[in-house]
Each structure stands twice: as C-alpha cells, then as structure tokens.
C-alpha cells in the first residue's frame, strides 16, 4: 500500500520559518507533480503548491514569494520552505499527487502560527 508521512509542523510564532518533509513509499515518486495541501479548522483542503519531476513548482497566491517547495526523487521526499509565516497559514499539511490526489491520505502535520 501508498504510503505518504508528513512531518516537521509544529508551533511557531508570526514572521517565523519551518520547513514540513513527506516521505512516499511504495510508488514512482520521480513520475509525479507532487503537491502540499493543507487543510484549516472548517475550510476545505486546498493546494497551496506543485513540483513536477524536473522541479517546475508552481504556487497558490496566498503563499507565493513565501514558500519554496523542493524534492529529492532519489529519495522519494518532498518539502515545503515555509518563511514569514502568517496566522492564516495555521492548518494540517499533506502532501498527494498534485494532478489527481488519489492517493491515501497521510495523517498530516499540524503547523500553527500564533505568538
């Protein structure tokens, strides 16, 4: 079975940086558009950035200029740079293919902006 560990949210004050790893295990990894979803208390999931294999990233307005995704297809990890963190971007992150998001779900990381 697919298998997707987000990690490294945690609590972390206004203007502040933190950087969320995904792990993908057991499918193609380097063939995908990867992308980082998250997901606020009562609003839906949205992507809020994309990598194709060959590092074309692409980003939400919200965080563009903010965010830096990267991945490492050799070891099937993707991450997502996230600087000047606002409150707004308080949410769960996870991470599924960026085109079509079928795969299972990980349980995600939690980040939350608040001083």
């Known amino acids: 079975q697919v298998q997707l560990v987000e990690s490294g949210g945690g609590l972390v004050q206004p203007g502040g940086s933190l950087r969320v790893s995904c792990a993908a295990s057991r499918i193609i990894f380097g063939l995908r558009i990867m992308g980082w979803y998250r997901q606020a208390p009562g609003k839906e999931r949205e992507l809020v950035a994309d990598?194709?294999?060959?590092?074309?990233?692409n980003y939400a307005d919200s965080v563009q200029g903010r965010f830096i995704i990267s991945r490492d297809n050799a070891k099937n990890t993707m991450y997502l740079q996230m600087n000047s963190l606002k409150p707004e971007d308080t949410a769960v992150y996870y991470c599924?293919?960026?085109?079509?998001?079928?795969?299972?779900w990980g349980q995600g990381t939690q980040v939350t902006v608040s001083s």
């Open positions: 990598i194709t294999s060959s590092g074309t990233t």
């Open positions: 599924n293919d960026a085109v079509r998001p079928t795969l299972t």
